[in-house]
């Protein structure tokens, strides 16, 4: 079989990438070669590796065979690529040939998988909508665990792409008000495209005043009933702890990597029986499982990401050979960024 060459991308140390240049390994029997179209750099996880922030100990991903082993530079590191199957190591696997696929991989412009590895992009969908699929899955998952009742006010902070999906997603629910916060103009300008109520900058000085304003609109009800906290900052947790109300729900959807969350576990916590929720988008809900399962879920994400095409969301493009440049501004300009992608 003719060996391939490929670009790949390597974390090789703290606030640095490379790409490589490097035979693809031999097809295993049953496998199939899928050339890269397009790739979606997470702002959240990705940016913990490329900071040196995630915990040296804990697994890459133990659901997913391409990112195995342990957090250690160097490393390949990826978790939202599309591209088409351009070959077929055996005959019974011909039928993939030319069908678009999206892969839990990391950054590579062609590697071999195992057809159960990847997910068939479904027809009347864009590969620049594909590309959301992971974490428009998050955002399904996000809103599950959160669980929102008829009438509820929930806030939503952190409207990077997975805070954008999952306001999307809750702006379809009747709620009693959806109020979202984020640092950046350029998001708050996208969240208020979704038809919510608000979208606060945290650092406004008047933000506790025009937030409390908002949830007392219900003159019944002074807080809100379940809070998001989307942002990856642990010192974001404090803040929606203080604004739930009594048994509120906060959702915690950030991962903080190797930064502590220091919290006051006070009066407003303890009289006001806040409950915190961790979501995680590689199982679901013990309560749904009789019901609810990966394929299910998987469908109802594409299903919305049809419905809400969220490519305007792409605010950058980069080849692969210039993705330095990509992680720098992800890094130093985040307020220019929203979702940003490589291409091959």
């Known amino acids: 079989m003719t060996q391939h060459r490929r670009l790949a991308l390597v974390f090789s140390s703290p606030g640095y990438v490379r790409v490589d240049v490097e035979s693809v390994p031999e097809p295993q029997p049953g496998q199939v070669l899928i050339r890269s179209r397009l790739s979606a750099i997470s ?15 804990l697994a890459v991903d133990e659901t997913i065979a391409s ?32 069908r678009r696929v999206f892969a839990f991989h990391p950054h590579e412009s062609q590697f071999w998988a195992f057809p159960k590895e990847l997910v068939s992009i479904p027809d009347g969908i864009e590969n620049e909508w594909a590309i959301f699929y992971p974490n428009m899955e998050t955002a399904v ?5 959160g669980s929102p009742v008829l009438g509820e006010k929930v806030v939503v902070m952190g409207q990077g792409v997975v805070g954008l999906l999952t306001t ?11 109020i979202t916060i984020d640092r950046y103009p350029l998001r708050r300008n996208m969240s208020t495209g979704l038809g919510i109520q608000a979208s606060l900058d ?29 942002t990856g900052n642990p010192l974001a947790l404090d803040q929606a702890i203080q604004m739930a109300g009594f048994h509120g729900r906060v959702v915690v959807g950030s991962w903080y990597g190797t930064k502590p969350a220091s919290l006051t576990l006070g ?43 969220p490519h305007t969301w792409i605010t950058h493009c980069f080849p692969i050979q210039q993705a330095s440049e990509a992680y720098a501004l992800l890094d130093k300009k985040p307020e220019e960024t929203v979702q940003v992608v490589l291409t091959y």
């Open 43 to 57: 702002a959240g996880t990705e940016m913990l590796v490329y900071r040196g922030e995630f915990p040296d100990s």
């Open 67 to 98: 990112l195995g082993g342990r957090f250690a530079y160097p490393l390949k590191y990826g978790y939202a690529l599309v591209g088409e199957v351009a070959a077929s190591a055996s005959q019974e696997n011909k039928a993939w040939v030319g």
């Open 141 to 145: 998952t996000l809103a599950m665990d």
């Open 168 to 178: 999307a997603l809750l702006s379809r629910y009747p709620l009693g008000g959806l």
């Open 202 to 230: 945290p650092l406004d000085p008047q933000f506790q005043q025009k937030l409390s304003d908002l949830l007392s609109v219900d003159v019944h009800y002074h807080r809100a009933d379940l809070v998001y906290e989307l």
């Open 267 to 309: 009066e407003q916590f303890h009289r006001g029986r806040i409950q915190i929720l961790s979501s995680q988008v590689s199982t679901l809900n013990p309560e749904l499982r009789g019901r609810w399962n990966n394929a299910r879920r998987t469908a109802f994400a594409w299903k919305f990401l049809g419905e809400l095409q």
